[in-house]
Structure formats: C-alpha cells, structure tokens
C-alpha cells in the first residue's frame, strides 16, 4: 500500500473554509456539493471532507490536492471503503488509488475538469509548479489519485 509523502501545508483557511461549506451543504445550500465520509483511521469517527470529483472517461476520480491529507490517511486505512454524499445522496464506494502511471492521464486533466479554485490552491501552496497539465502530471506519486468504484 502506498504512503503519503511528506506533507503540505495547506492554506491557514482550508478547514474553516471546508467547515462553512459542509455547515451549507447540510442546510440546503451548495447541494451538489461531493462530501466523502470515511472513518478515522484511530477514533472511527466518521469525517466528512468537501473534494472536487471529476470524470474522465466515463469513470470518476478524487485527488489528494495536498500530500499527507488527513483524507487520504484515512482512505487508505478504511482499504479505501467509503461513503460519497453528492445532492443528498449517499452512495457506498471504494477508492482506488492509481499507480503514479495510471494517474498521468487523469493529472494531466485535472486543471481543465475541476474548475480553477483547486488547481490555483495547489500551485499557490507549492504542491505544483503550474496550472498546466504537464504540471500536473509531475505530481503522479506524491498527490494520489483515486477511481471512484461503486461497493
């Protein structure tokens, strides 16, 4: 099984941002917000994290936008079974983490499929270089990307 690199600090406002955003998505704003809910690795109680899911190819995939996310961690001891909340529902899933060879073709894409918000985050807290996919794809092996299976 793979393991985090190093961390990186993320931005001083992620968690509070990340809390405002779950605060709205539960009380009817933000609805189609994707939530993963996994349980810790030590305490088992249930995390809820707001991610950017994008489809490529007809599959749908998550990345770890900064190494050593306390997500991942969690993905990776739970042997990536999960739940996935998106629009009120709740589907059971499994995440699977691509090799750093698989996971070029979906980095490469990432800056185009997810919106600018996340890809500007990570360049802005030095994860990657630029918003381009060659950019991107140099981060196969430190930010793990994963497919999104149903359980």
Partial sequence: ?????????????????NTLFLFLQRFGAMKELP??????????KLRRTPLTVVELEGERYVLEGFPGADWVRNVRAADGLA????????????????????????????????????????????????????AFAAVAGRCGVFRIDPR
């Fill in 1 to 17: 099984m793979p393991t985090s690199p190093p961390p990186v600090t993320p931005p001083r406002w992620l968690k509070p941002m």
């Fill in 35 to 44: 939530v993963l809910i996994v349980a810790g690795r030590r305490s088992q």
């Fill in 83 to 134: 739940r996935l909340s998106i629009g009120g529902r709740a589907t059971d899933v499994r995440l699977t983490e691509l090799s750093a060879e698989q996971a070029i073709p979906v980095l490469r894409a990432w800056p185009e499929l997810s919106g600018s918000d996340g890809p500007k985050m990570m360049k802005d807290a030095g994860v990657v270089a630029d918003v381009t996919p060659d």
